[in-house]
Every structure is written in structure tokens, then in C-alpha cells.
């Protein structure tokens, strides 16, 4: 049973371009997080996530991110227009069906903006 | 609003000792309390989870206390070794709320 996987593990982007970045949580989870941590900081909560659902946003900026868990494939967390304090490592969890539960984590993607 | 704190920042070891590492949080309505270890530059590998019912949690080396009437949970950690040096993480989960609480990490260093 895999982890949870992120891909890409590292990412440059220029100021103004789009960034993708995806998570397939592990097998049989349902429920998918996304964390931020930033230079020196703490990890930060981003958002919830349930199968074709988002179930808690709160802690997502109000423009410019955006956020998906589709029936089918990977977690897809969305950043347009990037600027240069997106640069962060960025964090996707996976949890079983039941809530609350134990929360597994990816190795990240860490995001450069140039 | 659950606030969790990890002091200290940073914590250096000689190779062989025994430790503890705390962890403060300010609303006692947790529904459980996971420590992670972080490696620099790399993922987050979960230790020990601790439901709000139980008092305490061992793997190995390692133990884990949660005492919810003092906000306060400790990672004891027994005859310390290098491979253990690395960040070590506390995030609660608080009932009706689905997201984990991080605290801003202790940073441990065990010293051959």
C-alpha cells in the first residue's frame, strides 16, 4: 500500500504563471487535507477535501488559490498568478473514511517563485 | 480557537539520554493528539496518534502522554540516538473540527 504521493517535488514557476500541484492519497482514504508551511513557520491549514467535495476552505486565501478532489484521480491544489510569497512547501494528508482519524502526510511539493 | 505550543524551539542531547518533548494546547475539547517527526526538507512521518479517551500511547522508544485537564501532552523519548535527531511536530484535532492544529515544532539535535 503506497503512501500518500505528491508530485511534482519541486516546482519553479515565474511570477504570474499558474502552479499545480496533485496528491493521491493512500488506498482506501477518502478524505484528503492540504497544509502550507511556509520559511521558518509552522504547518498551516489549507483545506478539506472529500470525494468530489470541499468539505472546510477556511484557511485557503480568497483569490488566486482554488482546490479539487475529483471522483476520479488526484487531489489537484491550484495556484494562479503566482506571486513571491507563495514560495512554501505544501503539504497533502490523507485520512481512512472515518473522520478523525489518523492523518498520513506526502513528502510535499516545494514551491520556488522566481 | 485551538492554540498549541511546542517549547523549546530547539533542544540539544547527548547520545544515550532519555528526553521529554512538550506540547501546550489551549482548548481542553481535543479529539485526539498526533506527534510527527520532520526531517529537513522531507514529509512528515506520523509517530503516535492519542484518542481523547486514552492517557497515553508507546511505540518503541517512544511515548506519549495526553492529559486534556492540563492542556498538555509530552513525547518521551528513551536512550536517545543520532537517527532521531530531527524536527518533532504536535497537532490536535478538536471535536466538530475536522483539521489539525499544528504547533511550530521542537527542533532536536542528539550529539555522538
Known sequence: NAGVMQ???HLVRRRGQ???????????HSHVYWYRQLPEEGLKFMVYLQKENIIDESGMPKERFSAEFP????SILRIQQVVRGDSAAY?????PMAANGELFFGSGTQLSVL | KQEVTQIPAALSVPEGENLVLNCSFTDSAIYNLQWFRQDPGKGLTSLLLIQSSQREQTSGRLNASLDKSSGRSTLYIAASQPGDSATYLCAGVNFGNEKLTFGTG????IIP
Open chain 2, 106 to 109: 521542537t527542533r532536536l539535535t
Open chain 1, 7 to 9: 508530485n511534482p517535488r
Open chain 1, 18 to 28: 499558474e502552479a499545480r500541484l496533485r496528491c493521491s492519497p493512500m488506498k482506501g
Open chain 1, 91 to 95: 503539504f497533502c494528508a490523507s485520512s
Open chain 1, 71 to 74: 471522483k476520479e484521480g488526484p
